[in-house]
């Protein structure tokens, strides 16, 4: 009955006008940017933050609108995997694999609604379990002290961006990289500066929604520059677009299957859509056996990554609305802007701040609908936007970017900062170091370094602490294995590349 009550109340907040166009207005750019090829997600919800906060937005409304970005993303990553067998994400990988045979069969637009309505089931099962699930995850969340919060970081250290990366070692770099810049300002006990370099500047420490902005959407512009502004043709027309209904009623199961296990893998820290993407496409393989004909474009092919990857996505949000630690990399964009409006994700969240939650848990469920919506009748519309050159979103991402930046700070030292992190992001993605660690320990490094020092306090300096309750052991082994089973399992979990025809 507390949920209906509390679901009662979101809706009341979803379906304000204001609230309401929000979110269709997330929703279209989310799918927009889904559909360029190499954005993402995590660069999507990025460029926007800016923009956000300069509309003095509340936050319920920044949640809203960047939240409907994140699934719309989601959404539109299929569409450039099926007509270009370019993932417009990188959990859009596994689409390419039936995605694009059905396209040059003759059969994109059946592709495309049979991945819409996908997406659908997907997300809307997850945003089902995201209500049913975080309310009690967050009850448990209460025996966590200091020595839990600081393995359950550990554990989103040692697993997020892991599997996602080529190489443990530049994983584990990567973390380094942004716990040190979480170090720079002012210590917290002693109030002595730290690796300020004198720089008055730096004493309040980096903020990231600055590091956030440069690691994403100026490296993004550095890739477009390197490119000479290529412009992407899109390889196949589409001539009319139709509902499938025989093929769409024949992956129903495939679809539910793939919803739950996408589900499980979000909910893990560190997992995100990437794997459960993977995980659906190889269990729907399995059970169809050679006979399935997987990767020569059944409709089950793209059913089922497309049901996973929506399905991880709102999973991630149940470890970063509960227990502050996010689930994926765009999750931790998403954490960063709460941290910024003074909102303490946790399980305190839901009881003093009921409105964000569940306002956030309504407008996702009106999204879906919204979603599948744009993205059956309109499909037309949003390939087109793949035939846009670069050259012309250039100047927009920039405009966004800087301008947003110094509406929110108003210092020109912030500029320079997003410039420093842009270069720094575009070096780190050369090298193929990740860059979600980065934003991870600039991230959490204080909250990580608080939870080691009480747990220093309460036990006087004893290590073994850390390992007091089941909880803590359990989440430090759980990170060991993270970190390792990767190393074994690379011919595997490989990082998704651009798929060649």
């Not at 970017?401 to 780190?428: E, H, K, M, P």
């Not at 359990?474 to 490989?494: E, K, M, N, Q, Y």
């Amino acid at each position: 009955m507390d949920i209906l009550a509390n679901l009662s109340m979101g809706f009341g907040i979803a379906l304000s006008p204001y609230t309401l166009m929000l979110a269709v207005i997330g929703c279209f750019i989310g799918t927009i940017v889904g559909a360029l090829p190499g954005l993402g997600p995590s660069n999507g919800v990025a460029i926007m933050i800016p923009l956000t906060f300069s509309m003095g937005l509340d936050a319920v409304s920044a949640l809203v609108l960047l939240t409907a970005i994140y699934y719309g993303a989601m959404y539109g990553g299929r569409i450039s995997s099926i007509l270009l067998n370019i993932p417009g994400d990188e959990p859009a990988l596994m689409t390419t694999l039936d995605g694009y045979p059905m396209a040059k069969a003759g059969r994109a637009g059946d592709a495309l609604v049979i991945s819409g309505f996908a997406s659908f089931i997907g997300a809307f099962l997850a945003t089902i379990g995201l209500m049913l699930l975080a309310p009690l995850l967050s009850r448990v969340a209460y025996q966590f002290g200091p020595a839990e919060y600081f393995a359950l970081y550990l554990l989103a250290f040692s697993t997020l961006g892991g599997i996602s990366s080529n190489n443990q070692a530049k994983a584990a770099l990567a973390s380094c990289i942004g716990l040190m810049i979480a170090m720079i300002g002012l210590d917290p006990n002693s109030g002595l500066p730290r690796m300020t370099g004198g720089n008055l500047h730096l004493y309040d420490g980096i903020d990231f929604l600055v590091a956030i902005v440069g690691l994403f959407a100026v490296s993004e512009i550095f890739f477009f520059i390197e490119s000479h502004g290529k412009t992407s043709a899109v390889g196949i027309k589409i001539d009319k677009v139709r509902v499938p209904w025989k093929e769409l009623w024949s992956t129903r199961w495939t679809m539910l299957r793939s919803s739950g296990l996408g589900f499980f893998a979000g909910v893990l820290p560190g997992a995100g859509a990437s794997l459960g993407s993977f995980m659906t496409y190889m269990m729907e393989k399995s059970i169809a056996g050679e006979k399935g004909g997987f990767g020569t474009g059944v409709a089950k092919g793209v059913a089922a990554p497309e049901a996973g990857n929506n399905a991880a996505a709102g999973g991630a949000l149940v470890p970063m609305l509960t227990l502050g630690v996010p689930g994926s990399g765009t999750t931790a964009v998403l954490l960063a802007v709460l941290v910024t409006l003074n909102i303490t994700p946790g399980p305190t969240l839901f009881t003093e701040r009921p409105e964000v939650v569940w306002g956030l848990i309504a407008s996702l469920l009106i999204a879906n609908f919204v979603l599948l919506a744009m993205n059956v009748p309109m499909v037309k519309i949003f390939v087109k936007i793949l035939s846009v050159p670069p050259a012309l979103l250039l100047p927009g991402v920039t405009m966004v970017s800087f301008v947003g930046i110094y509406s929110l700070t108003g210092s020109y030292f912030d500029l320079l900062l997003v410039v420093a992190f842009g270069v720094l992001g575009y070096v780190l993605r050369k090298l193929d170091i990740p860059t979600v660690p980065v934003i991870l320990g600039i991230l959490l490094g204080h909250q990580m370094e608080k939870q080691l020092r009480d747990a220093m306090v309460l036990s006087d300096g004893e290590w073994q602490y850390l390992f007091s309750s089941g909880i803590s052991t359990g989440l430090i082994i759980a990170s060991v294995i993270g970190f390792v089973a990767p190393i074994f399992l690379r011919h595997i979990l490989t990082k998704p590349q651009r798929v060649s025809d």
